[in-house]
């Protein structure tokens, strides 16, 4: 039987070769952090979600290897059966005092967590109001429920329905998918705080104003956010200070927070406790390991005691986005670590990007080329990401580095 099958994924892969789709992996040979080494070559990494450098840190380490001595390596059971530690106890806590929340329920991954949050919650009732580029994880995770689904335009807030330029599709603004979805017994407005392809920000203000308007929950994944969005870090709700106007927070501890993995749903207690008994992939799945979870508190125990990770990570993304807009580079603006450098105003821009980042690895700076589909047909970049993990100096390497590699190729 497979040969048919093999057959057919073989013309399938060719396929993904031949449009320049097939994802090639990078091996790195050493920790994650500021300097790598890839092919036996030290290079500067500038694609990590790494944001405040806590991936190696040593104390989250100690922190690590602490847990595994003093509760071992992992707990074979899922949560309710006999897979819940003090520690797992304890996360939670952490997690929702540092959201400001009311409690946080744990999951393997974020991609868990929006995998998780939507179906117990939301029936064919209810209505779910999305952002048209939120995550594969919140896509998914709505495809799991069997609410009445609208797509509201990418960030677009206004009552309106009309052509989509980009696409020639009719699209909506959120105010308009609110008023369709009027009759539904609950709505829930789901955004991204913020996205990981431009580094825009949700406009958590309008969005927590509509809500009220309508009368609609709002639930906002902070995966790139949590830990250093906001003056103390606490994430996007946070910048715009609206911390008591959302009811569900999703999260990951696979970014800033650490960056090995697990995620959470945070919230009102209710919905968390009713998660704890009817979320499928919390019912149905591992616990988190003993080593992450006490790795994880460290974590959040440090960011809760200093802001200075954050206000580094700020001040590093304040000289790279200045510094590179001089060089008269195209980046999208904004306060973001996500910096993406624009390649749209040239007609070989996806052949661009890609050389642009492979003479970048060549002179020791490594950057990864986003192309279609990834990104929309036309809007190739290159995608760098600050992290707090970055001395001056290695940002002052970048800057130059890439100012070189753009001349060469003609960008600037
Ligand atoms: C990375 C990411 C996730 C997935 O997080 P994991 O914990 O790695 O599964 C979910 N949502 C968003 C917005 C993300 O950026």
Redesign the pocket.
């Known amino acids: 039987m497979y040969g048919k099958m093999q057959d057919f994924l073989k013309n399938e892969i060719e396929s993904l070769h031949n449009q320049k789709l097939y994802k090639h992996e990078r091996i790195i040979e050493s920790p994650q952090g500021a300097e790598i080494i890839v092919n036996n070559q030290k290079v500067l990494n500038f694609c990590a979600?790494n944001y405040l450098g806590l991936s190696s840190h040593p104390d989250l380490i100690k922190a690590a290897h602490d847990e595994i001595d003093n509760r071992g390596y992992g707990l074979s059971s899922v949560r309710f059966i006999c897979g819940t530690q003090d520690i797992h106890k304890v996360l939670e806590k952490k997690t929702s005092d540092f959201l400001g929340t009311e409690d946080t329920i744990l999951f393997s991954?974020?991609?868990?967590a929006?995998g998780a949050v939507f179906e117990p919650l939301f029936t064919d009732e209810d209505a779910i109001i999305t952002d048209a580029l939120n995550?594969a994880?919140?896509i998914d995770g709505i495809r799991l429920a069997k609410a009445k689904r609208w797509i509201y335009k990418h960030a677009d807030m206004r009552d309106v329905e009309e052509e989509d330029q980009a696409t020639g599709k009719m699209a909506k603004g959120l105010e308009r998918c609110l008023i369709e979805a009027q009759s539904c017994r609950f709505r829930v407005i789901v955004t991204?705080g913020v996205f990981?392809m431009d580094g825009d920000i949700a406009k958590l203000d309008e969005i927590t104003a509509l809500a009220e308007k309508y009368n609609a929950l709002v639930l906002i994944?902070e995966?790139?956010s949590s830990g250093f969005m906001g003056k103390t870090g606490r994430g996007t709700h946070e910048l715009y200070n609206v911390m008591d106007k959302i009811d569900i927070i999703?999260t990951?501890?696979?970014?800033a927070l650490g960056g090995a993995?697990?995620?959470c749903v945070s919230g009102k207690k209710e919905i968390i406790e009713f998660l704890r008994n009817k979320a499928r992939p919390y019912l149905f799945s591992n616990t988190v390991s003993p080593s992450v979870v006490g790795a994880t508190i460290k974590c959040l125990d440090l960011l809760s005691s200093t802001t200075e990770l954050r206000d580094k990570l700020e001040k590093n993304t304040k000289l790279f986005r200045e510094s590179m807009t001089s060089a008269g580079f195209d980046i999208i603006p904004g306060i973001h670590p996500i910096t993406p450098i624009m390649f749209s105003k040239f007609e070989n821009s996806s052949q661009l990007a890609v050389d642009f980042a492979s003479r970048s690895l060549e002179e020791g700076i490594y950057v990864i080329a986003f192309s279609f589909p990834v990104v929309p047909r036309g809007k190739d970049r290159i995608r760098v990401q600050i992290s707090a993990a970055h001395e001056t100096e290695h940002i002052e390497k970048a800057v130059s580095v890439f100012t070189k590699v753009g001349k060469e190729l003609g960008v600037i």
Do not use: P
């Open positions: 979600n991954s974020c991609f868990d929006n995550h994880s919140i991204d990981s994944d995966s790139h999703t990951t501890y696979g970014k993995s697990g995620g």
